[in-house]
């Protein structure tokens, strides 16, 4: 089992930055894939950006140039960096872990852009 611990949500105003980090824990033997999903209301979840075990990167076309995801491997955690933050990036983000056998996913942090 692996356990995903998302942080550094908030409420913040348009324009400004936050920093979510997910710590990962348990039985991890090797470096995975991680990436970082949010849904907003009535919405489905959907990818923000991902990274690979070795530090590709990858962005959804509504974040990129803004959001910055990095990893950490020696503290198995990984970051998203999120810049010029608009009312429509409001969602509770999540922390996926791409397993060998299955994914894991963190409890969601709530991130709340006001305008």
């Known amino acids: 089992q692996v356990q995903l611990v998302e942080s550094g949500g908030g409420l913040v105003q348009a324009g400004r930055s936050l920093r979510l980090s997910c710590a990962a824990s348990g039985s991890i033997f090797s470096i995975k894939p991680m990436g970082w999903y949010r849904q907003a209301p009535g919405k489905q979840r959907e990818l923000v950006a991902y990274i690979t075990k070795d530090g590709g990167t990858n962005y959804a076309d509504f974040v990129k140039g803004r959001f910055t995801i990095s990893r950490d491997n020696a503290k198995n955690t990984v970051y998203l960096q999120m810049n010029s933050l608009k009312p429509e990036d409001t969602a509770v983000y999540y922390c996926?872990?791409?397993?060998?056998?299955?994914?894991?996913w963190g409890q969601g942090t709530q991130v709340t852009v006001s305008s």
């Open positions: 996926r872990y791409y397993g060998s056998v299955q994914n894991y």
